[in-house]
């Protein structure tokens, strides 16, 4: 039902879009929560707030995932052995007229840098997200300034770095071992390489439309 990250924050939508259309007889679940480090016993106290209306939004938001656990592979397999610095790449074609709302980059504690664009059919490129310094504290959903639309048949093209060295002052291991991805493990000592991104099918004008705290305005 959500994707709840490390420094993570609302997403904010135009009027008009958001929402998930539920089927009759529709389940929700959890599939798992993240917790840090206690030094006492204590109880998780999560809870979800659902709001459902009658009304529902014209445009209902969708996702697809690339990478770990996703629509499309992580290349090569993403192991990283000790003692090296390593680069994985996923590649996807969209099969559709999209405009995205927001980008979720996610890898743990030895991803060092993070590269995704998207390359039309005509050649031409379209900048989706750099970090250069990845931050396992910090994963945001990033969002353009205004919906950004990216035309059937492109392929996004997405680079991870990844640091199993000494140096690296977030490697849960020392010395360093093996770190791999442990069939989808998500323990935060294995790693993940994915990009997940939220959109809507491209509708004329999309890419007037705000994103942010604005799209509310």
């Known amino acids: 039902v959500c994707n709840y990250l490390p420094g993570s924050q609302f997403s904010y939508y135009p009027h008009g879009i958001g929402g998930y259309k539920l ?18 016993d204590v109880e998780d ?3 979800f707030r659902l709001y459902f209306t009658s009304k529902a939004p014209t445009r209902p938001v969708s996702e697809f995932q690339i990478g770990t656990l996703g629509i499309a592979p992580v290349t090569p397999e993403l192991v990283i052995p000790p003692n090296e610095i390593k680069t994985f790449h996923i590649n996807f074609t969209v099969p559709e007229d999209i405009s995205v709302l927001s980008l979720v980059p996610h890898m743990h504690l ?24 990845w931050d396992f504290r910090w994963q945001y959903f990033y969002q353009p300034p205004t919906m950004l639309p990216i035309p059937r048949g492109s392929t996004i093209y997405v680079e991870g770095v990844y640091d199993n060295t000494s140096s690296n002052p977030n490697n849960p291991f020392s010395p360093p071992m093996q770190i791999a991805d442990r069939d989808g493990s998500m323990k935060t000592t294995d790693e993940m390489f994915q990009l997940i991104i939220t959109y809507v099918p491209y509708q004329k004008g999309d890419e007037l439309k705000k994103l942010g705290i604005e799209a509310e305005e």
């Open 45 to 47: 106290s999560s809870y």
């Open 110 to 133: 030895i991803g060092k840098k993070f590269l995704a664009y998207a390359l039309k059919p005509s050649g031409d490129t379209i900048r989706l997200i750099r970090i250069n310094n």
């Open 23 to 40: 089927k009759k007889n529709s389940a929700f679940y959890l599939n798992d929560i993240h917790f840090g480090p206690s030094p006492v």
